[in-house]
């Protein structure tokens, strides 16, 4: 099972989290602020990192950016806000999810264990001998590599946006609804809120400069990459 650190101060968030989380035969361990959770992180390998955004010392942001510095380590954030405008800072710091207070702890549970299981498959993925790219007009992706060229300059994407982009990609012209999106990309069954997609691709797109164009919004259904 898969190890992974939570980072909340509300002792009873942390206590439900992993008393359920260690039933299931996860490890887990526990940080009450964000500099604890960084320390941990210096200290230890982890699967996966939840963090929550306002702790005392040091708020989840800032303990996602100094995470990131030296670890591709995956990060799910745990709010009490649900605004558009965290939801994109957290996404750009390089989160990977992001679920609103109040939540069920078998839905962060199903998020992480999807999480893990992308990573480790892209792991493996990543170690194929042949490349998988795509090329277009001064738009070069290498799945394999895991990298981004625009216009010759190389795109710095989050994981997650990685992972968006390259399924749009091998699924071109195709149209793909948020449900599916959240099913393939993310690894979980839709629970409702597809604002993570929208936010998602409103920052890839942004990351993809002209190329952006390639990314094409379907009214009603979702998202096709041409």
Same mark, same amino acid.
């Given at each position: ?9 509300? $002792? ?20 009450? /602020? =964000?500099?604890?959770?960084? $320390? ?6 982890? /699967?996966?990192?939840?963090? &929550? ?5 040091? &708020? ?35 989160? &990977? /999810? ?22 480790? $498959? ?6 194929? @001998? ?5 090329? /277009? =007009? =001064? ?58 997609? @929208? ?6 797109? =942004? ?20």
């Amino acid at each position: 099972m898969y190890k992974i650190l939570i980072a909340d101060d509300e $002792q009873d968030i942390r206590e439900g989290f992993c008393e359920y989380a260690r039933f299931l035969g996860y490890e887990v361990a526990e940080a009450v /602020d =964000g500099i604890e959770a960084v $320390q941990k992180c210096r200290e230890a390998e982890f /699967d996966i990192v939840v963090l &929550d955004i306002m702790m005392p010392r040091m &708020d989840g942001f800032s303990a996602c950016k100094e995470i990131r510095r030296t670890s591709r380590v995956p990060i799910l954030m745990l709010s009490a806000r649900g605004e558009e405008y965290d939801k994109l800072f957290g996404f750009e710091l390089g989160v &990977d /999810d992001y679920v609103t207070k109040p939540f069920s702890v078998k839905e962060v549970i199903a998020r992480i264990h999807a999480i893990c299981a992308r990573a480790g $498959q892209e792991k493996a993925e990543g170690s194929a @001998d042949e490349h998988e790219t795509y090329e /277009d =007009g =001064g738009l070069f992706i290498d799945m394999t590599a895991r990298v981004v060229i625009c216009d010759g300059e190389k795109a710095e994407l989050t994981p997650k946006e990685y992972d968006l982009l390259f399924f749009l990609v091998r699924n071109k012209n195709i149209a793909l609804s948020r449900e599916t999106l959240l099913s393939k990309v993310w690894g979980y069954d839709f629970f409702g809120d597809d604002r993570t997609v @929208d936010t998602h691709i409103k920052t890839l797109r =942004g990351r993809l400069g002209r190329h952006k164009e390639h990314i094409v919004t379907l009214r009603g259904v979702g998202y096709r990459f041409e």
